[in-house]
């Protein structure tokens, strides 16, 4: 492990930057093995990984660092389109980084044969190695923020300004005891003197008052503005693109999709989209869980593609965006769909509907049935999908984080998953209701409207009291009563 600490957390950050971006050029080079462009970047990156290395005495990654560049040099010297083997061996290449670079930042042995780049000559006809398992699951933590020195400079200024108002506070506050001691030697002199003689006292008291009442009126005005603007820089350097964790899951995908044979394309989209540190952090499993689904269940076979008048290779699709008061994250693919059949029966079984009312239920409130408490149909778990576990754990992750999950579906056209979820979890946002001579804060994520009704609007029904609302029957309750 690399002993200077200012030196192993620099290395840490720079390396896990240079790792990604490699497999990012990999994985473009496998999709496009006749274009050369990725080389160019990808040796660069390479370059520097070295060059970083080399610095903090790390001469093993340096070596294999080494060894990838040449191999991929070969490869953008041929006129042949990069061999499968050969770029095996290079993501094997990239995975001993990795471990090395743990090894470097975290001390634990990484136990890399540093020959294992020394290949045979690969030949069109020898066989690609096959391929590894989806990348291990586990907390997901982001340890280190990278922010814009412009963002840090202005936090500092405003951080300045907090500390000039905190004088000027203090100034304040003497002029304050200096107008009590006026007051106190007033009211001695008050009892032993004529109305005359302590009137001209008052006036100054007066005056003096007012000059604290106008400074204190003006110092929190600037100093609300002041905590303010720190407050909303603090909230925002907490922000980080999905970018960030959208990195995780092309490897992930590609390795899937070799090992249960099918051909897929993995997409991303508004990786630019920021979300709070934390919701980065804790959708890693949610999503991973929904894109192995996507892959193991959702897409078909090409053989079955081509039979559905289908292109072989699937596409699953993921992205984030930012509304007004949300972030939305959606997974979706081209595949077979939801069978709506195969849940009506699995929750029949398992007793989350009756027989009798499984046939009425439809759209909407069926497919939630899949994110219930141990729900489950061959379609939903296996031992690469769900490892055992349900989408039940998806809905539970992300509404631990204040949102919402709901499942879209085409049958023999592809099925997406929605997620929304709040911006940041640093400020709670809520709506404000007087009940009686009480308020009440509502968390605004269970608020699904809010509307005015006049009392002649309510009428009665079944006992109680009811408004028309959509043009549905909808009963009410005064909070006041409750």
Known sequence: MIQDKELRELFKVESEEYLNAIEAHLLAIEKRPFDKAPFEELHRQLHSLKGSARIVGE??????AHQVEEMASAARKSEEPVNPRRLALIFKGLDAMRAL????????????????????????????PRPEEPSPEGVYRIETIRVETH??????THAGELVVMQTRLTRLQEMMDAALATMESLNRRAAAVARREHHA?????EARFT??????????????????????????????????????????????????????????MGGD????????????????????????????????????GKPREGTVRLSAARTETNIVIEVSDDGRGLDENSIRKAAVKQKLLRESEAASVTGLELRQLIFGSGFSTARFVTDVSGRGVGLDVVKRKVENLKGSVEARSTPGAGCVFSIKLPVTLAVARVL????????????????????RV?????????????????GKSVSVKALASR
């Not at 006292?201 to 008291?205: E, N, Q, R, T, W």
């Not at 110092?219 to 720190?230: E, G, R, T, V």
């Not at 968390?443 to 809010?450: A, D, F, I, K, R």
């Open 432 to 451: 404000i209701v007087l009940a009686g001579a009480r308020k009440y804060a509502i968390p605004s994520e269970h608020v699904e409207t809010s509307i």
């Open 201 to 205: 006292p008052y006036a100054a008291l």
């Open 211 to 268: 000059r604290i009442r106008d400074t204190l009126r003006d110092d929190n005005s600037y100093f609300d503005f002041i905590a303010s603007a720190l407050d909303e820089g603090v909230r925002e350097a907490r922000l980080l693109p999905f970018s960030t964790l959208f990195g995780l899951f092309p490897r992930m995908a590609r390795d899937l999709a070799h090992a249960h044979g099918k051909e897929v394309s993995f997409e991303t």
């Open 101 to 128: 670079t743990r090894e470097a930042v975290g001390g634990a042995s990484a136990n890399v044969d540093l020959n294992l780049l020394h290949e045979s000559s690969p030949g069109p006809e020898a066989a690609p």
């Open 59 to 64: 001469d093993k990654i340096e070596l294999i």
């Open 273 to 308: 989209t920021k979300a709070d540190k934390r919701i980065i952090e804790e959708m890693k499993d949610p999503l991973m869980h929904i894109i192995r689904n996507a892959i193991d269940h959702g897409v078909e076979p090409p053989d079955e593609r081509v039979k559905a």
């Open 151 to 156: 963002r840090l400079d202005t936090l500092l």
């Open 454 to 470: 006049r009392r002649g609007d309510i009428f009665p029904m079944e006992g109680g009291e009811t408004i028309l609302f959509q």
